[in-house]
């Protein structure tokens, strides 16, 4: 009950003083340019990488990219660039 009402206050404040989302809700930030880039913020790690599956740690479950001739362009604590041909993009709740 803590936790919803603390997630409550959280959306409560994102709404009335027209902060981002993603940084008061610790949501992760996608950004994509076609088929082509997919650009993630606010991951909490890499969970495994081969040329046709990327599956990040999200605070809330992960994200699982599918496609195929994947190439991490850059990696950084919480953010990660990848190109490649994206085919689906899967929220996987824990």
């Not at 027209?18 to 949501?27: C, N, S």
């Not at 040329?51 to 953010?79: C, H, W, Y």
């Amino acid at each position: 009950m803590a936790r919803n009402l603390g997630k409550k206050v959280k959306q409560l404040m994102t709404k009335t003083m027209d902060l981002p989302q993603d940084v008061m809700m610790d949501l992760p930030r996608i950004t994509m340019i076609g088929q082509l880039h997919i650009y993630i913020e606010n991951h909490r790690g890499l969970l495994a990488f081969t040329d046709s599956e990327v599956r990040l740690m999200l605070k809330n479950g992960q994200l699982l990219i599918k496609g195929n001739a994947f190439v991490i362009k850059t990696i950084l604590p919480e953010e990660i660039m990848l190109e490649g041909k994206i085919d689906k993009v899967y929220f996987i709740n824990e």
